[in-house]
Structures are given as C-alpha cells and as structure tokens.
C-alpha cells in the first residue's frame, strides 16, 4: 500500500485496492499484511456461512486461492463510506463468469487501514451496465 | 429500544434485534427510526445491486414490506464486532423458508447505535445444525 497520503477516502480506496490486486494475484501474504491484526476479524463468502477469527479467515483464502488457478477477480465501482477510524466500502466484483456485490470493512491500525471484515454474495441477473471499471485493463477483456 | 443500559456489546445487539423486530412486524416507523440520521446509509437485500442514501433505503424497505403480508424473519445467532464507535453484527436470517448470513453495520450517533448499512446474501445448504434462536418462541415454529 505504500505510505498513506492523501484523504482517508483515498487511502481506504488504496487499501481496498490492494485487496483485490493480492486477490487477483493469488498473493497471500499481501493479502495476509491487509487483514487486522487486533481488531476483531471476520468473513462471509459467497454462499458460505460466516467465518471468525483471523486464523480461520485466513485459512478459507488459503483454501481458495490454493486451487489450480486464482480465480479472475475485478474490482467494480468500489463506494466508500468513513465512520471516523472504521470505513466501509462497498463495490462490485466480477469473479470468472460472475457478477457478486461486496461489502468490505476497514479499520484504522497503526495508520493504516486494515480489512476486518468482507461479506460478498451474488447479484442477480447480469453486471449492471455503467459500471466503473477502477482496476484498470489489465484484466478488462474478462468483462466484454 | 428504550434507554440504552448495558455494555456496548448489549446495545448493539438490542439496536440488531429491534431492526428484526420492525422487519418481522413490518413495522415502517420503528425501521426507520433505526437508520442514521446523519452517517452515510447504505443497503444490499439478497440478490439486489447496492442501494445509496437514506430515501432509497427507505424505499426499498416500504418495497419489501408492503407485500401482502411481511416476509416472516428470525435473527439467528448474532455476534457483535466492535470497532469504537462503530460495530458490525454478523447474524444468519430465516427469512420464509430462506436461510441468509447478514452483515449489519451501526454507528453511535447521539448515543445510540444506528444502521448505516446492511448486506443479507444466501447460504448455500440448510440452516447449520446448532444455530440459536436468539428472538424467543414466537416465530420458532418456522425453524422445524
């Protein structure tokens, strides 16, 4: 993530960012730097029941990023809301063939925003049209 | 929710179990009372893209509750997440013969707890085994 600069919105769009680009990359220890370290840590994946606690958290991305290939993953239209030293950003994600809604919840430690939470599930129907892509076209070819 | 007593864990999970009070009820006063006034009020109901801003909220929430009668919903199993001022509950739904996992956001403001954002998605498979019935007898029924 670098040094933090400029407005909290900006950093957490950073922080968030990071998350999908250590996502993408099926970078582990990039995603394991982004969770909290102190704060109470949790996750929902898509169609899964809720997991807790930072071991098991990262075990399930363990597991999912373990598999023949990471899966394709682009970060879509992310939206963030602050709450003083907790954020929330909301965003679109295109995994492989589908088009999923994710609600991602930081938390300030140490200076830097953390991921403490993340809850993704299916949107019905197809990606809508106008959504930004923010991740670059580096994997843009997957969304025509 | 009356006078708020208690830790802030007890405050926050009675601010989570009057939200499925005044969903269960269909209770349109009482669920917008429970949004934020002021923080930023987002919502993602099960398959739906985001919703932005406090009306469009509201609205869908007039939408989903104006049927011929109120989807039936019980709120399983709360754990409560605190982040200072900010705390996320993460719970399973029985909504009709549904089972859901909720992600639901509140912030402190004017000393109570508030929703800012909720995210309800599916889980795959039956209800897990062990599941509490944290909202008494009343709709138990459902649940067998």
Same mark, same amino acid.
């Given at each position: ?7 909290? !919105? ?11 680009? +250590?996502? *993408?990359? &099926?970078? =582990?220890?990039? =995603?394991? *730097?982004?969770? *909290?370290?102190?704060?109470? #840590? ?14 098991? #958290? ?6 999912? %990023?373990? &598999?023949?290939?990471?899966? @394709?993953? $682009?970060? %879509? ?6 709450? &003083?030293?907790?954020? $929330? #950003? ?6 492989? @063939?589908?088009?999923?809604? +994710?609600?991602?919840?930081? $938390?300030? !430690?140490?200076? !830097? ?6 809850? *993704?599930?299916?949107?019905? /129907?197809?990606?809508? @049209? /106008? ?11 997957? %969304?025509?």
């Amino acid at each position: 993530m670098g040094e933090p600069l400029g407005s909290d !919105e900006a950093q957490v769009l950073d922080a968030n960012e990071a998350f999908y680009d +250590a996502f *993408a990359d &099926g970078d =582990l220890d990039a =995603l394991d *730097a982004l969770w *909290a370290e102190r704060a109470s #840590v949790a996750c929902i994946h898509p169609g899964w029941d809720a997991l807790y606690g930072r071991e098991e #958290v990262m075990a399930s991305w363990r597991a999912i %990023l373990s &598999g023949e290939r990471a899966p @394709e993953v $682009v970060c %879509l239209d992310p939206t963030v809301h602050l709450y &003083g030293d907790t954020a $929330v #950003v909301i965003c679109g994600e295109a995994i492989d @063939e589908h088009f999923l809604i +994710a609600t991602n919840v930081f $938390v300030r !430690e140490d200076g !830097e925003w953390r991921l403490c939470h993340h809850q *993704a599930g299916p949107v019905s /129907g197809q990606r809508p @049209e /106008g959504r930004l892509r923010r991740r670059g076209q580096r994997k843009a070819g997957m %969304l025509n």
